[in-house]
Every structure is written in C-alpha cells, then in structure tokens.
C-alpha cells in the first residue's frame, strides 16, 4: 500500500501515519479500539502474520489463508467502544465491516472483546454475524 494512501480503518488519515505504524511494530496499539482498526486494515491489506500476532493464544486458530480469500472489504463503521483505553485491561469495541464478494455485498456486524496481554492489546474473540446487504 502507499504511504500516502488513505488507511483502510477509515481513520481519514494516511496509512503511514495510522495503522501502518501499528502493522510495522514502530507503535503499539494504545487501545482496544486503535488495535481493531488496525486488524481491520490487516484483513484489508491480507497481514496473516500481524493478524495471528494480535490474536489471543486461547481462541487464536492455528492459521489463516487471507490469500484466496475472495472478499473485498469496503468499509469500516465503528459503533461503540467501551473501556479499553490506555488504563484498562478489558475492551469491547462494536463494528461494522462492509465486504463484497463476487460482486454480492455483505456486512459484518460484530461486539469484539479484547484484553491486555504482557502489556499489548490482543483480539479475545467476537459475537455477531454477517448478512447480505
């Protein structure tokens, strides 16, 4: 992706600036909500790596294959975020993900928790379901 693009997460900033510093380890996800726009662009840009790194251990699957994956993810919506900023250990961040796929669109709409882990914000697991749009 170019530096110079817009980031994927729909921040309104540029990717080098937003999640891209978070892909590349140069800055950790402050919060729960700033590390699930940053798993959003890594499904976008097929970051399996980053998105098994930031997955916790209990509910993480052995692996991913992001790279015959036929979506097109098109937009992120974040609806509500609660807890999960620089002083708490627990976060739930609430979403809407848009994809299409074979030119059918869909939606995700998911309530995601997350938790500290040795001091890093990681993906605990997610409750919702998608449909077509």
């Known amino acids: 992706m170019s530096v110079a693009a ?37 499904y976008v840009l097929r970051l399996e790596a980053y998105l098994l ?27 509500s975020t609660r807890a999960g900023g620089p002083q708490d250990d627990t976060g739930e961040v609430s979403f809407t993900a848009r994809y299409r796929v074979d030119g059918e669109s869909f939606r995700l709409d998911e309530d995601s928790r997350f938790v500290r882990l040795d001091g890093s914000w990681v993906y605990l697991d997610g409750e919702g379901g998608t449909g077509a749009r």
């Open 53 to 79: 790194h930031t997955w916790h251990p209990a509910t993480r699957p052995e692996r991913l294959d992001l790279q015959d994956d036929p979506a097109r993810w098109l937009g992120l919506t974040v609806r």
């Open 6 to 42: 817009l980031c994927p997460c729909g921040s309104g900033r540029r990717y080098a600036a937003c999640c891209g510093t978070v892909h590349s380890g140069a800055r950790p996800a402050r919060t729960a909500e700033i590390l699930m726009r940053s798993r959003y662009s890594a």
